[in-house]
């Protein structure tokens, strides 16, 4: 029987915080990230300036069941509370929330957290949201900011951020706040007033930004300080003896160091590309099925090297042809990890069929593996929700946006 959701307001820092949780007050990892009941109910309260959502200050539940160890990045996290900032920049699916996630529960310390989104960009509701999550875990600092956030009129931000620094001096601990999701913040205003407070901010108050861009910031100025720990793409990447680990851990299957070379060596160590892989193999057992499916999934049947799935940032802005109906089915149906022949099957068509409904595909969509087409169909929107039988494969690991 599904469960009953209640509604629990509270009024914290000045704002009304709406939060939903089941009776038992536990939540699994995917009620928490998509966030689709939450935002639903509180729609009741109506659009006020006032209402934040608790779910965008929580940090996200990870099990220690599904995360691979990852001590070098752990170490330059850890690097990064002797630094006032730590920036972490890299495309979606890389990894980046889990990262910082696993790594704050396995130091057992506190952080205050923002999951940003894209109308988060303004300026007063952006400090409002900081403020809460701060207010959550130091009460005092929203007693010192909340006037000037619920001025009607816009507040004096550098006057409101010397207050904000000033509470945080007085703090006899370290602070630690993370923004999540920190590509959708654009407003210069935001901008210049992060910079105020990363320039002024007390040395026991640390600030980690998970972006896919580098923001606008003054980053040259704290590298050339030794201030700046930095992340990125090609430290993410998982290893050969991570992703031999991942994929053990995720499939149960002992795979061979040719097969999970060949994965890692497609998906170029990109988490999201891994954790699809691991997805489809799952429920099989059959060796030779097993290296068939690696060999269509990495592109390679045995003439040359496979073309490899460099993940660009501004993928998703890359305009495609729109597939017809059929092509389509053929899609949804590569999601599932199906064959060319399994495909086949279904449609009641013959394989050679099926290879030039494949080779539209990627010409469209402008890729060359199956990887590369599932994964630009869903940056695209091409691949979505409620569209097939069954969720595509790749909504199993996403569900919501990629990180």
Known sequence: ???????????????????????????????????????????????SDHLLLATKLAIPAISHKRVVPRPRLNSKLDAGMYMPFTL???????????????????????????????????????WRYVIASLDRLHPVIGEQVRAWLQELRPPNVEEMLTVLINALVTLPHDVLLVLDNYHVITAPSIQRSLAFLLEHMPAHFHLIIATRVDPPLPLARFRVRGELVELRAAELRFTADEATAFLLQSTGIPLTIEDTTALNRSTEGWAAGLQLAALSLQGRDDPAG???????????????????WTVLQNREYVPIEKLSEREQEVLNLIAKGLSNHEIAQKLVVTVSTIKTHLNNIYAKLHVHTRLQAVTKAYDAGVLRRGEIDTEPLIYSYFPGKMR
């Open 1 to 47: 029987m599904p469960a009953v959701f209640e509604r629990q307001d509270s009024f914290l820092g000045g704002f009304y915080i709406i939060d939903v949780v089941e009776p038992s007050n536990h939540r699994s990892f995917e009620e928490q990230r998509s966030g689709g009941k939450e935002r639903c109910l509180s729609m009741e309260r109506g659009n």
């Open 88 to 126: 972490i920049t890299a495309p979606a699916g890389f990894g980046k929330t889990t990262l910082i996630g696993t790594w704050i529960q396995q130091r057992e310390t506190t952080a205050a957290w923002v999951t940003l989104e894209s109308n988060d960009d303004e300026l007063v509701r952006f």
């Open 290 to 308: 097993i290296s068939n499916f690696i060999k269509t999934f990495t592109g390679t049947f045995g003439e040359g090297q496979p073309p490899t």
